[in-house]
């Protein structure tokens, strides 16, 4: 019972009526979605960009719950190629961590420092960050908000192979004269 309460202390810190009144509660759903994409979505979202009342030196944007972020995709070879670093204070003591081992540590942190990293370096980098609440799984503890689910546009896969492809259409037209 005590972890709990912990928990949804965690969950909610920050998150007074002041900061969240008139804001909606968007929620993502990272099941399935590549990292890049859903994290501009998010910062897009974290900064207000999306309403018609956006202003750069103002905090308006809305709150962002983003769940089941183990399960969040990566293109390409990012799983074994993308290192996260830090350094301890130590001399000597540059740590690096790849993708594949911090998804398995945190996941979380994935998500918060793509979108972090999308946000401008200013003063209202924190206040933003502090609007976003990321969950490993699909479960919350902002049930009695309002929440709109957020729909993500379709992604638009380029064509890998556009040679080949007009080759065979070539192809497929010389047959039929």
Known sequence: MAAAAAALRRATAGLTPAVTNGLRWRVFDAKGQVLGRLSSRIAVTLMGKDKPTYTPNKDEGDVCIVLNAQDIGV???????????????????????????????????????????????????????????????????????????YIMPPRKVREMRPREKRAARRAKQAVKT
């Open 75 to 149: 293109t390409g070879n990012k799983l074994t190629d993308k290192v996260y670093y830090w350094h301890t204070g130590y001399i000597g003591h540059l740590k690096e961590r790849t993708l594949k081992d911090q998804m398995r540590k945190d996941s979380t942190e994935v998500i918060r420092k793509a979108v972090s990293r999308m946000l401008p370096r200013n003063k209202l980098r924190d206040d933003r960050l502090l609007k976003l609440r990321i969950f490993a799984d699909d479960s919350h503890p902002f049930t009695d908000k309002p929440l709109e689910p």
